[in-house]
């Protein structure tokens, strides 16, 4: 029996990789970046299986391109607005994810900006390797407490849960909004108090985006809701970049109407060269690296081998963003 031919559309960490290469016959993109429209619709025809990442569009173009041996679709990452779940339900195939596996590491390095942002570490560092740091002075670089601040949370799933877990540590007070969240688990951090979006983006010293990209929440964070944060705030976003208008966001920079802004996530990206956030002293944009931790990339890699695997076998994906498929 031949062995079932897949498509990773990028180099994943290995051991995911092996699992995949052991099992199946493998066509993978060979480039740091990802395959161009073009090269995608060619290398998917008369696949059984795609591993993709977050940068592959996969849409029903796509997916008929493949044609009916389409087993499933497994998505290396948590998020899937990469993927059009609708397109993929229609024609039974089963989607992938990689949830919990990143969570804890994600909400690290979302407070490590938060962090980063409140006591200044870039400018502070620029300031020691250019030589302008002369001596000691009681009014230079001086940031914004942490401990006993108020943390607003947009969108309280594992990881906003998680985030909120480590402000107890600083003594903060953690406000959340998440409509989609009715009751939060047993688990969550008692301390966190549901409010509507215009009361935590009033009230909040931080606000941390951690809400799928959707619909719903595309340019959330336009000049309106910028405008009604308090002009000493940090905004942070480790979720996707189009969830804030970037637009809105470098003048709302620019004429300080709202203190800073750390972006792991960017639209597009990577962002620009000639992006006017790049000219402004008041924003720190790291390339999308929230998960990039050794071991969380290679349980990524292997609970995508899993599902793509499963998927092929006939199996239940463990971790399918589209169940309904198994209703048909």
């Given at each position: 029996m031949s062995r079932p031919r897949v498509f990773v559309t990028r180099l994943i960490p290995d051991q995911g990789l092996k699992m995949i290469q052991e099992a199946c016959h493998v066509d993978l993109w060979p480039e740091k970046t990802p395959p161009t429209r073009s090269d995608l619709l060619v290398h998917v025809r008369d696949i059984d299986g795609l591993l993709c990442l977050l940068t592959d569009v996969i849409d029903g173009e796509v997916m008929d391109v493949t044609g009916p041996r389409?087993?499933?679709i497994s998505n290396h990452a948590t998020g899937t607005d990469n993927i059009n779940i609708p397109a993929a339900t229609q024609r039974g195939i089963p989607i992938g994810n990689t949830p919990d596996v990143l969570t804890e590491t994600t909400a690290d390095f979302a407070f490590t900006l938060l962090m980063a942002a409140a006591r200044r570490i870039i400018e502070a560092r620029q300031v020691v390797y250019s030589g302008a740091w002369k001596t000691w002075d009681p009014l230079f670089m001086l940031g914004i407490d942490i401990h006993h601040a108020t943390l607003g949370i947009i969108g309280f799933g594992r990881i906003g849960q998680a985030v909120a877990r480590r402000a107890a540590g600083?003594?903060?007070s953690v406000l959340y909004y998440d409509p989609a969240i009715e009751q939060v688990a047993a688990s969550s951090p008692p301390e966190a108090k549901k409010v509507d979006l215009d009361t935590l983006l009033a009230e909040s010293d931080f606000v941390s985006i951690h809400t799928p990209l959707n619909k719903q929440t595309y340019h959330l964070f336009d000049a309106d809701r910028l405008a009604k944060m308090k002009p000493s705030a940090i905004l942070i976003n480790t979720a996707r970049g189009g969830i804030i208008d970037h637009v809105a966001l470098y003048q709302s920079l620019k004429e300080r109407h709202?203190?800073?802004a750390a972006l792991d996530v960017t639209?597009?990206?990577?962002?620009l060269p000639d992006s006017p956030l790049l000219s402004l002293d008041n924003i720190l944009i790291t390339p999308h690296i929230a998960s990039a931790s050794h071991a969380t990339r290679q349980k990524m890699s292997l609970l995508a081998a899993k599902?793509?695997?499963a998927g092929l076998n006939g199996e239940r994906?463990?971790?399918c963003v589209n169940p309904q498929v198994y209703d048909k």
């Open positions: 389409l087993k499933v600083f003594e903060m709202i203190a800073f639209e597009p990206e990577p962002i599902n793509l695997l994906l463990p971790h």
